[in-house]
């Protein structure tokens, strides 16, 4: 069952990281352990005026993302009318970016060949 808020989602996230102790001072380690503690629940309770950053909120979402949670990526896609997001593992992601460098390889190639073979008789006229 998807949150009711995205703010529901990050608080949701950030549990599943192991809580604000921990997440808060991943987010903000100068802050000492406390500190950070206290800045992200005030960045998580909607009555405060602190609030979490674009690259704050993605770490807490690539913090959520290794540990297996994936409920903010699925609430806004609920919430954008987007298909339910499919994590890819890194490990996958790489393969397939290989499989694609390998591919562009072998169409320079091909290019390469072809423009050669259109050269060859623009080079015996010029003679």
Known sequence: MLPETLNDAYIDAVK???GSKVVGHAIWPAKGVEGAQR?????L??????KLSPEEALHIERLSRAKGCHIV???????????????IEPKDEADEL?????E???QLQTALSRIEQLD????????
Not at 39 to 43: F, K, R, T, V, W
Not at 98 to 102: D, E, I, S
Request: aromatic share 4%; charged share 20%; with cysteine.
């Open 16 to 18: 599943a990281c192991g």
């Open 39 to 43: 800045h992200l629940l005030a960045c």
């Open 120 to 127: 060859r008789p623009n080079l015996r006229a010029a003679a």
């Open 73 to 87: 990526a699925q609430y806004r896609a609920a919430a954008l009318s987007y298909a339910e997001p499919v994590p």
């Open 104 to 106: 562009m390889g072998r």
């Open 45 to 50: 309770n909607p009555d405060r005026n602190e």
């Open 98 to 102: 290989r499989r694609q460098v390998l």
